[in-house]
């Protein structure tokens, strides 16, 4: 079955500790992304990777690492979390750059809670 | 500013009343695609519909519609004789061109209840 996986699907860690929410794809898509979801925000891109080594901030990357060694796994690293950064997270893929004629599957999301 | 702006926050209808969402873009490309994606109570979001620039055809998935207008730019998305199934967040989102990639812009989401 084609899908995104992401784990863990539910977080609560403390300030400082440091986190990786790991996704994976396995469409061999090129393109993967991550979202975080607030109240009134929607949906806002953290970062993007056109392909394997290749990397690029979105719109708040601020606090976040990621790396893309393979095609099919995209982790996002939270060196110092911080209560600012509790949120719902959403990882994508799809075959091209998002949008276009390229839908985005998303995974499940993963629920964080930074106390 | 490529911007997707969703008004609704929330909109609460009885079960059968039709119920329209709507969604107003704003961007300088010309070719682009709009979407709408649906956040069950569940908390993933499912794909509803794609729509490119140049096809300004309404599109009716069974109780589903959608409008399609370049000249008000909006994207309004109906729903026919509501179900409680259908409460959710909907989300319409604007693909832009950002640094030589192209992504997803999303509205801020509109929280749809349908009450028995």
């Known amino acids: 079955e084609a899908q995104v996986t992401q784990n863990p699907r539910y977080l609560i860690t403390v300030t400082g500790k440091k986190l990786t929410v790991t996704c994976s794809q396995n469409?061999?898509?090129?393109?993967m992304s991550w979202y975080r979801q607030d109240p009134g925000l929607g949906l806002r891109q953290i970062y993007y990777?056109?392909?394997?080594?290749?990397?690029d901030k979105g719109d708040v990357p601020e606090g976040y690492k990621v790396s893309r060694k393979e095609k099919r796994n995209f982790p996002l690293i939270l060196e110092s979390p911080s209560p600012n950064q509790t949120s719902l997270y959403f990882c994508?893929?799809?075959?091209?750059?998002?949008?276009?004629?390229?839908?985005?599957?998303f995974g499940p999301g993963t629920r964080l809670t930074v106390l | 500013a490529q911007k997707v702006t969703q008004a609704q926050t929330e909109i609460s209808v009885v079960e059968k009343e039709d119920v329209t969402l709507d969604c107003v873009y704003e961007?300088?490309?010309?070719?682009?695609?709009l979407f709408w994606y649906k956040q069950p109570p569940s908390g993933e979001l499912v794909f509803l519909i794609r729509?490119?620039?140049?096809?300004?055809q309404n599109e009716i998935s069974g109780r589903y519609s959608w409008n399609f207008q370049k000249s008000t730019s909006s994207f309004n998305f109906t729903i026919t004789a509501s179900q409680v199934v259908d409460s959710a967040v909907y989300f319409c989102?604007?693909?832009?061109?950002?640094?030589?990639?192209?992504?997803?812009?999303f509205g801020q989401g509109t929280r749809l209840t349908i009450n028995p």
């Open positions: 994508a893929s799809s075959l091209g750059p998002a949008g276009g004629y390229n839908e985005q599957f």
């Open positions: 469409m061999n898509h090129e393109y």
């Open positions: 961007t300088r490309d010309t070719t682009y695609y």
């Open positions: 989102a604007l693909s832009v061109k950002s640094q030589g990639a192209q992504k997803l812009v």
């Open positions: 990777s056109m392909n394997v080594e290749v990397t």
């Open positions: 729509r490119n620039s140049f096809d300004e």
